[in-house]
């Protein structure tokens, strides 16, 4: 598994430039000590990659595969992976070991010394991450001229009238809708009454009364 390194910036070293590439440069270099099956080592590798843009020209950055570089491992003690040493004209002043993320190893750098105010800012070119290309879309249109039509005989213009019936329907009233009664015949019951002179009534004294039954002499 190559390591997750995009900076051309961060310097691969072996046991045979380490000294010329480290122990004899001038200020500050940071050297990474890594594996291929080192998984941590690769998770810090993209922390040093926008490290390495930003303090470019405040501290050098360079990277060493301890399984193919055994002296330089062995020389410094490298027991545990990743380790990060760091060095100033030459001399081991500090050791950082596993994973530590990007702010906290600029907080590390500035405590030794080093310089970790920006210098540039990451940008794609020089995080060398591939860009999408460019695509040019071509687009041709093809303008078809279609024949020109006969000159046609205007018709004359035909009216249509649309006759719209609306057929309101009242609401009928009780009155109306009810059944008719049924004529009740009147009958009128006309009491005569006859107005004539009643007869005087007898008065006592004239009251006749019947003939008593005379008695019979035998």
Known sequence: MEPTTHSSLIIEVTDATFAAEVEGAQGFVLADMWADWCTPCHMLA??????????????????????????????????????????????LIGQSIGFRPEPALMEWLKEKGVNTTPTTVPVAEELAVPMPA?????????????????????????????????????????????????????????TTTETGTMPPMPTEAETILPPLPSETTV
């Open 134 to 190: 460019e695509q040019t879309t071509t687009t041709t249109t093809e303008v078809t001229t279609a024949p020109i039509a006969p000159e046609v005989t205007a018709q004359p213009e035909q009216v249509v009238t649309e006759t719209t019936t609306i057929t309101e329907t009242a609401t009928p009233n009780m009155s109306e809708i009810s059944a008719p009664m049924p004529v009740t015949d009147s009958l009128t019951t006309t």
């Open 46 to 91: 993209e922390h040093l990659d926008r490290m390495a843009v930003k303090l470019a020209g405040n501290i050098k950055f360079v990277k060493l595969d301890v399984d193919n570089n055994i002296q330089t491992g062995q020389k410094y003690n490298v027991m545990s992976l990743p380790t990060l040493l760091l060095f100033k004209d030459g001399q």
